[in-house]
């Protein structure tokens, strides 16, 4: 078969892979913004549920936490009596999400500790309670210092995605495993997929670089 051929298969396994990246990256950073919060709040129920979702998430392989979500969950849900069979791509974003969303905390907390101590002293000077030091002061300057490192997550999400294909979603991965299985014809396949990979993280990057960039701007004009 001509490479040419191979085009139109693979590009409808990279448009799923696509959505899978830009659902499960939203995601990811909602659950990373209130973890990372929640790792440091004051409350200790919820500072040791945050803890326990970040180390659990992050101590664990991402493929064995997408096989207990699309395999062994139902299995729980039929002893409880209650349907819980997810679909391959609910599975598969909520797998990508809580794993990129457990590492995103730590970056949250990481930037929210890095806050000046002299800007919460001034903030309390002012009578401002918990929220308003954490949306007027802490967020506005530590946001901007989260841009790098979620860049690097989201393109290592997006080369995860990878692992869906294993539960039968029909993702890059997957499609050019199909064709290779009907073809034999490993070395085009795989050298066609490698590179629509790195086109795809080359665009990420560059968005991920602008909204780096806007949100850099946004805190020198505030």
Do not use: C
């Not at 007027?136 to 210092?145: S, V, Y």
């Not at 009907?182 to 050298?191: A, E, L």
Request: glycine fraction near 8%.
């Amino acid at each position: 078969m001509d490479w040419q051929s191979y085009l139109a298969p693979l590009s409808q396994g990279a448009w799923v892979t696509v959505e899978l990246t830009v659902y499960s990256t939203i995601l990811g950073a909602l659950l990373a913004f209130l973890f990372g919060i929640g790792r440091g709040a004051h409350t200790r129920l919820l500072r040791w549920i945050s803890i326990g979702y970040i180390e659990i998430f992050r101590g664990t392989s991402l493929l064995v936490q997408l096989f207990w979500l699309y395999f062994a969950l139902p299995v729980v849900g039929q002893a409880m009596d209650i349907d819980l069979q997810l679909a391959p791509v609910t599975a598969g974003v909520l797998a990508l999400a809580l794993n990129i969303g457990a590492y995103g905390a730590e970056v949250v907390r990481g930037a929210l500790k890095a806050v000046p101590r002299s800007q919460h002293e001034a903030a309390i000077a002012l009578n401002f309670t918990p929220r308003q030091r954490l949306w007027r002061i802490d967020l506005p300057q530590a946001i901007p210092e989260m841009m790098p490192p979620f860049g690097n997550l989201a393109v290592q999400n997006l080369k995860d995605t990878a692992l869906v294909s294993l539960i039968s979603l029909g993702d890059l991965a997957f499609r050019a495993e199909q064709i290779r299985n009907f073809t034999q014809d490993s070395t085009t396949i795989y050298t066609m997929v490698l590179f629509m990979y790195f086109g795809m993280a080359l665009v990420l990057t560059a968005l991920m670089k602008l909204l780096e960039h806007r949100v850099g701007r946004w805190r020198t004009e505030n």
